[in-house]
């Protein structure tokens, strides 16, 4: 009788002390829980923080260049060196800056803007010697007896990736004589050429890798760029 | 109504110029007292680029620029710099828009007092002149009608 009643004490007591486990693992594991969620939180929220700083910076960068380049051409139009003026001009960039800070820079691409600049003067000489000499084909093309004109719709599809660039290239396009851009839809071109000579011109692609240079697209080797590459080959040849 | 431009080349080419034709219509205002122009070219050119704005950009975009009260409020601030330094100037026992008596409150001689006058008074013309061009085109665009919701 003794012993049966205490086993059954036995059994109770590991009862209890199952019981007190059960609920000591479930407190830890919710606590554990617990803590991955609020540092779950945490952690979202530093990153919005951080999230949010980089998006300002990005905005007072944008604010500081459009700034720039707007008093740049306020000094240009003003022509008045003057204290007062220039003051004028620095709180009306500023104005101005603030208000459309994201409309310049909208759809930014990773680029060095100083080289991208560059690029797009040195690309200037080469469209004019382009419109100059079609100019002169479409000159001949109008003049000539027979009047070989044979106009056509192209389309292709272009590897520029920003929309400045698609714009760059369908006006470039549109100012070289004999081909006029008709739209751009999805990243396809529709051109109109006036014959089959302007035509190929244009599906050589020359317009486009140069463009594509310029924007920092290109996605091949470039003359100039194996010029550079050329004395550290010489190097390496010696080397051997 | 509106309907956005889904022409690349017109977008990307207005929100390019977007900027430089507002710088523009402020060089054109600041300037007005020595050189052509003045308070009412200005604020059309100003309010011609917010017009801009809206056929490439649609009318919410814009919205979120200058809302339709900030409009309105400009629109009679403008009127009220320009009536504000007519009636200063009757105070300071002159004539509406005597420039010449704000040199006492400005401290600086008859000649550039009357520039800096007539200077505010532009500021004033442009800006109503724009807000009021802009709540003009405003309401043509949407026929009267509030209908913000489904304009995007």
Known sequence: MEVTLLIEAMDTSFGLLEDARKKAVELLDSAVKLTSETRGVEENKIQAILKGAQETKLEFLNVIATFLILFGFWVLLSGKYDFFHLTLGVICSLLVAFLNHDLLFANARVGDAKVIFQRFIAYIPWLLYQIVSSNIHVALVALSKNKPIDPRIIRFKTKLESDISWVTMANSITLTPGTITMDIKDGEFFVHALDKKVADDLNAGEMEDRVAHVFMEADHIYVQDVLDVAPIFGELRKGL | ?152
């Open chain 2, 1 to 152: 109504m509106i309907q956005i431009s889904d022409d690349i080349i017109i977008k990307t080419l207005a929100r390019v110029l977007v900027p430089f034709i507002q710088l523009y219509a402020l060089y054109v205002i600041m300037h007005g007292h020595h050189s052509p122009g003045g308070g009412f070219q200005g604020g059309v050119i100003l309010g011609a680029s917010l017009v801009l704005l809206v056929i490439t950009h649609g009318l919410k975009g814009t919205q979120k620029r200058i809302s339709e009260k900030s409009v309105a409020i400009f629109s009679s601030l403008g009127v009220l710099i320009y009536a504000g330094i007519g009636v200063l100037c009757l105070v300071l026992l002159g004539n509406f828009l005597d420039y010449s008596k704000l040199a006492i409150l400005l401290s600086v001689p008859l000649a550039q007092a009357r520039s800096l006058g007539i200077l505010g008074v532009e500021i004033g013309v442009g800006l109503a002149v724009m807000a009021v061009m802009f709540s003009i085109f405003y309401n043509i665009a949407t026929g009267g009608k509030q209908s913000e919701e489904d304009n995007n």
